[in-house]
């Protein structure tokens, strides 16, 4: 069974940079049908995609984001990181890592975010 | 366009039908994904595509699409089904973006 695991600090100061890693077990990272993505819930709000990236390393970002968003992966480790700098008190949020897959399915196409790690809360506060 | 648009609130009596919808431009050209998100955890899939269930989700969940328009159907609403639910696709721009929408918090009466 494929799990995903996130690790960091829980509390980051304001114009620092945020910093998590996801650690994938039961599965590889390094397999071809599969993206690795981040997604954010501030307190009481919805979710919002952050940013995905392939196992050769090839990245996708939210425009939103994307001016202060790094999403890394190295496969020795089967992990992928995000960092998120310059964070103001608006980045508060559960942070979640997820296995993405896009294909056909039903005859159309489909993208899906199958599996999902329990989320872990990072305050930005000084 | 790149947002998906759900409605905030829908309520069911026990045992009953009810259906949440999502609304985008997106989904002209993708499935929407489902998920279920209890307090205190994390999201999980429980529809995608025309209507496919993963293992374990009950089959009173399911799912269709016309247009613009996707929706999640919960035959027999149970109340462990209260819950938030979001829709979520690939954005239509085709840069690899993914959107969700502002989600639908369901509550059975």
């Known amino acids: 069974q494929l799990q995903l695991q996130e690790s960091g600090p829980g509390l980051v100061k304001p114009s620092e940079t945020l910093s998590l890693t996801c650690t994938v077990s039961?599965?590889?990272?390094?397999?071809?049908?599969?993206?690795w993505g981040w997604i954010r819930q501030p307190p009481g709000k919805g979710l919002e995609w952050i940013g995905s990236i392939y196992y050769s390393g090839s990245t996708y970002y939210n425009p939103s984001l994307k001016s202060r968003v790094t999403i890394s992966v190295d496969t020795s480790k089967n992990q992928f990181s995000l960092k998120l700098s310059s964070v103001t008190a608006a980045d508060t949020a559960v942070y979640y890592c997820a296995r993405e897959w896009e294909g056909y399915c039903s005859g159309g196409s489909c993208q899906i975010f199958d599996y999902w790690g329990q989320g872990t809360l990072v305050t930005v506060s000084s | 366009s790149s947002e998906l648009t759900q409605d905030p609130a829908v309520s069911v009596a026990l045992g009953q039908t009810v259906r949440i919808t999502c609304q985008g431009d997106s989904l002209r050209s993708y499935y929407a994904s489902w998920y279920q998100q209890k307090p205190g955890q994390a999201p999980v899939l429980v529809i995608y595509g025309k209507n496919n269930r993963p293992s374990g989700i009950p089959d009173r969940f399911s799912g269709s699409s016309s247009g613009n328009t996707a929706s999640l159907t919960i035959t027999g609403a149970q109340a462990e089904d209260e819950a938030d639910y979001y829709c979520n696709s690939r954005d239509s721009s085709g840069n690899h973006h993914v959107v969700f929408g502002g989600g639908t918090k369901l509550t059975v009466l």
């Open positions: 039961g599965g590889s990272i390094s397999s071809s049908s599969y993206y």
